[in-house]
């Protein structure tokens, strides 16, 4: 029966010629070679894989000399990737671990010449099933019934090889939440007791699991297990302390529910870009620390986008998000509360508004409005009548075209040195943002004669130094 679908899976182009062409390159070198892991697992289920990984009985060495054109990307490990046209192969040698006494890696790793011990090192039963050229299927875990099932399994004793390697935790919920798999109670208490070991884990590791469980299209199921198994609160406790936060009539849920409705809602109708996910899922970060009570009773958050924005900067910095993913993340925060409307906003208002939240950021904050709203649980339709009301005056006001940020200023810095006479320094930034200042207000005043004018006033009334 593998045989058939082995030959399906070639002819339709899924399994690509080189990664046939390895395999049987490695036979001819009298080695045995298999598809492995994550590529045998996506294939069974009709997804097509990220990678192709091929585990083989050669040493790294025989494999690296049966090929004209390796890389010995982690010849320590056992790895070696083929280029064969376009694409690249990794080969990796059967090898067996010895203890994890750290917790994350292994402290001896040897090769091995049997499959068996390879598959037996993975960590779950889906990810531990390999196949042949010749379509071979080797499952000595029960990785088939698995999947069919749709449950995850570990490879032996969870307890065991959560203590071997403690990302296999996250790594089960990420599974779970890509593969809408279920994961046994045993499995999750064993999680629970195995929690703390989380901590030894490099924070990068960490960071490439989180990325994948917020980009699944369950993220708020995954996030909901990382919390309820005690492994979110191993790095980011941040986000556990709106557990039982009750809200106000806005809200028909507490903080924590509100925010997986986010989540869900970002997922089900919104974007699909790790910045939304992350935006979505500590949006409201900084409600729990700025709860305070009004005189009726009303439960507030005064201030929270702000407190949120400074808490969510810290948390991604501590798992290392790269300073673009970071900046992005922490200006929806800052902002997201900004499409709630104001009646009484003037245009110089609206105007403001736009230079504050800038231009290029107005379409991802219209999907976090849409996606809290959503998870506020009780609002109908995806934006507010304010909202909209607010979106099409932005809209009127940018068809005016005046001036939202300093490049749309009629002068730039040359003119400012030039009329000021004064030299390159933060003192140009300085006047350029006070002409922006002044032409918010009235987009008349942006003219290269006015704002000329307006430099050499500025200059004489003592506002600018000059140069000497
Ligand atoms: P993806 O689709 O994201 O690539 P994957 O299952 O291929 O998922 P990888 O990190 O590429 O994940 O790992 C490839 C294979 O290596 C896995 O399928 C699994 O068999 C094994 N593996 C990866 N990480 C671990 C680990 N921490 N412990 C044990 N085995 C692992
Ligand atoms: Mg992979």
């Known amino acids: 029966m593998w045989r058939q679908r082995w030959i399906r899976w ?21 080695g045995e070679g298999f598809i492995v892991g994550g590529c045998m697992r996506d294939l069974m289920l009709d997804r097509s894989p990220d990678d192709w990984d091929v585990a083989s009985s050669l040493t790294p060495e025989e494999v690296r000399s049966s090929f004209s054109r390796p890389l010995p990307t982690g010849i320590e490990h056992g790895t070696v990737t083929v ?53 071979m299927l080797h499952d000595p875990f029960g990785g088939l019934e698995d999947l069919a099932c749709g449950r995850i399994r570990t490879v032996g004793e969870a307890a065991e090889r959560f203590n071997e390697d403690a990302l296999r935790m996250v790594r089960a919920v990420r599974f779970a939440a890509q593969l809408h798999f279920a994961v046994g109670e045993d499995i999750l208490l064993a999680i629970r007791d ?27 199921r995954g996030l ?31 903080v924590w529910e509100h925010t997986l409705g986010t989540l869900d809602a ?15 899922l500590l949006h409201d970060v900084g409600k729990p620390r700025c709860l305070s009570v009004d005189d009726e009773g009303q439960r507030r958050f005064f201030n929270h986008h702000v407190v949120g924005a400074a808490i969510a900067r810290r948390m991604l910095s501590r798992l290392r998000y790269d300073n673009q993913t970071i900046e992005r993340t922490t200006h929806l925060i800052r ?72 490049r749309d200023l009629a002068v ?27 032409v918010l207000e009235d987009p008349s ?15 004489e009334s003592g506002d600018a130094e000059v140069r000497e």
């Open 224 to 254: 909901r297990m990382l919390q309820q198994t005690e492994l979110l609160e191993q790095f980011w406790p941040e986000l556990v302390e709106g557990v039982g936060v009750e809200q106000n009539p806005h809200h028909a849920y507490t």
């Open 83 to 135: 280029v064969q046209g376009d694409a690249h192969v990794e080969v990796t040698t059967f090898r067996t671990e010895g203890e994890y006494s750290d917790h994350r890696r292994p402290d001896w790793v040897t090769f091995s010449r049997r499959l068996e011990d390879d598959l037996g090192r993975r960590d779950f039963t889906i990810n531990a099933m390999a196949m042949d050229r010749r379509g």
């Open 10 to 30: 070639f002819a339709a182009g899924v399994i690509p010629p080189a990664v046939l062409s390895v395999l049987r390159r490695i036979e001819k070198r009298g």
């Open 266 to 280: 970002m997922a089900r109708l919104c974007g699909s870009g790790l910045v939304l996910r992350l935006a979505a």
């Open 412 to 438: 730039d810095g040359n003119d400012v040195m030039e009329v000021a006479g004064i030299d390159p320094g933060p003192e140009v930034g300085e006047i350029l943002e006070a002409l922006l200042d002044e």
């Open 335 to 406: 902002h997201h509360m900004a499409l709630h409307h104001y009646p009484e906003m003037k245009d110089a208002a609206i105007r403001r508004l736009i230079n504050r939240v800038g231009l290029e950021h107005i379409d991802d904050l219209i999907q976090l409005r849409i996606a809290d709203r959503e998870g506020s649980g009780t609002k109908r339709g995806p934006l507010s009548r304010g909202t909209i009301r607010l979106l099409d005056r932005i809209a009127k006001v940018l068809e005016e075209d005046s001036a939202f940020s300093l």
């Open 445 to 459: 005043l942006n003219t290269e004669p006015v704002l000329r004018q307006r430099i050499r006033d500025m200059v």
């Open 194 to 220: 195995n929690a703390r070991l989380l901590r030894q884990v490099s924070v990068e590791r960490i960071q490439y699991e989180l990325n994948r469980i917020l980009l699944s299209s369950q993220p708020a």
